[in-house]
């Protein structure tokens, strides 16, 4: 229940400080939650397409040392917990073997509409079996 | 057929070169467009609603002047042309009244699932009027 | 020790779920903090002229509901605690008087180089007389 | 005097029509443009430190077809031309070798203050037997 992914800083995700803008963590977590549930047998575009649905409920982001243009980046995730709908994923970001921020995010099945949904019967004993 | 909108600098819109990033002014442009279609008696909200989306086809803006955190913009919208399906719009960034880029952008009339769609009889009326 | 700012949520901030990306919140909250400062007395702009900077060691958010492009949206920002260098502030995200969104972010006065640095005395006695 | 790169098409891209947002193009043609001045010798991130900078003067793109998120996107960039401090390329996406959108951009070299700034004489030279 891990995967990695890595990204090189975008000039436009820097800010006037030289460094990454601290939104843009969440956009690189994204992705590698994306990888992770491919990982899975998951792909988030199939999800969608069948009515699954994955919205943040929660996001947070520890920054410890900031990240540059051209950096490149290592993201792990980790699955932290699944319990019934609700899924929390913790990430780690480093640079050259060093961590540079510690985020966490959690997240709900849904439908179209944003009401709970089981997720795919397939996920939940994937998940279960690991937990 | 003509709208302005204001627009105060974000941190988050400027990069590590101390001005705004290039590719935010399509942000603008986009707000100043919403801003006369709503104008118009359009607001694009409603539109999409109605099954009407308009892609953009085209996009280009000309900078003159870098613009920096904090500053207050203004942004101008002109209809430059509407035939058919496509209209094209034509944007002037000020800063304190000294013009700091101007763009352009083409637009067509799609259905949900993008193929080419009349526009509402109503603005076709509206802007056939003003051509 | 409280602002607020006003947003009308951008197209551009939307994502294919039809509702506003998640990290887009941080930069309202970002606005807010702006406000926040400016109505301090200390105009961030000006700020880092000087030499101060208030880079994000830690940023959150808790989504109860979304928001949709066009809608009207509050920030409300409040000072939480001030202590040596570090600022933490909390933000109220609310829709037409509905809490949508909670967050909260912890900032470190640095230099130009990221060294801690000493917040402006004038900032210091503001703070701590209403802590 | 070409290069090309690819990405990943992120969720953060996405708009609520279910497609990339116009305005990323120009992002992605960043890093294709980043990386041609990689290959040429010129690392931008040294540029940069030497005190050569590149902002855009001009930027356009035409859209033929939409790509969603998770698509697999090549950029391809080419030098159009190179005139004293004017730096002029082209941009071509394709997806699944066919092409989606085409773009240009124009830059000039100048210093940390914005001031016109010779290009390095290497870089010159290098563009001048190309041309």
Not at 78 to 106: D, H
């Amino acid at each position: 229940m891990k995967s990695a992914i890595e990204v090189k800083v975008r000039y436009q995700e820097t800010d006037q400080m030289g460094v990454v803008y601290h939104g843009n963590y969440f956009t690189w977590f994204e992705i590698a939650r994306v990888q992770l549930l491919e990982d899975l047998g998951f792909p988030y575009r199939e999800m969608e397409k069948k009515g699954y649905f994955l919205p943040v409920l929660h996001c947070s982001c520890d920054f410890l040392k900031p990240s540059r243009f051209g950096d490149d980046l290592r993201i792990d995730v980790n699955l932290l917990s699944f319990i019934k709908i609700r899924l929390s994923l913790m990430y780690v970001v480093s640079k050259e073997n060093e961590i540079i921020a510690r985020g966490k995010s959690t997240h709900a099945f849904v439908d179209r509409n944003g009401k709970a949904r089981k997720p795919p019967p397939y996920f939940q004993s994937k998940c279960n079996r690991l937990n």
